[in-house]
């Protein structure tokens, strides 16, 4: 495998309300089926994803530059560059990050990246099922959607 730089890749871009940050795929760019990498960047007053954790998938972020808060279930915590947070794939790993700074706030985001998993979202009591292909890959899916956690039914409705 040749080496992917960076600055060869195009920023793709999300903003939802407080949600909005730019990312470069460098695991996909590089070929990698079975490790996410991808660098982020937070403009100032904006967050990352959605609070949430994985079932199946560990994470981790390495601060380059920046500052801003990390919230996980132990509270929030200043980050700066430097700091390395690390994310099980559990209720302990739920995790956001915000940018409280004046300068964007960039970082390195890693994954395990595996299929399937369920994404668990604290805040708005939904969950996320991807089957085929896991969270951050590209490759079509087989099972894919957001459902509210409290939409559970009986094992047996709807069969004969």
């Known amino acids: 495998m040749e080496p992917v730089n960076r ?29 996410g990498a991808s660098r ?11 609070y949430h954790y994985h079932a199946a998938n560990a994470a981790a972020v390495s601060v380059l530059s920046g500052t801003g808060t990390l ?40 994954s395990t990246m595996r299929d399937p998993d369920v994404t668990v979202y604290p805040d708005s009591e939904k969950i996320g099922v991807y089957a085929g ?10 099972v894919s959607g957001y459902y509210r956690r409290d939409d559970d039914v009986d094992y047996w409705t709807g069969e004969e």
């Open 7 to 35: 600055a060869d890749l195009e920023w793709s871009e999300t903003e939802r309300e407080r949600t909005h940050f730019r990312r470069k795929n460098l695991a996909a760019a590089a070929g990698a089926d079975d490790l």
């Open 40 to 50: 982020y960047e937070l403009p100032p007053g904006a967050s990352s994803w959605p």
């Open 71 to 110: 919230r996980t279930p132990d509270g929030e915590d200043r980050v700066e560059p430097g700091d390395f947070c690390a994310f099980p794939a559990s209720a302990e790993g739920a995790h956001r990050l915000h940018n409280d700074g004046d300068d964007p706030l960039r970082y390195l985001a890693l």
């Open 133 to 142: 292909s896991a969270p951050g890959g590209d490759a079509e899916r087989d």
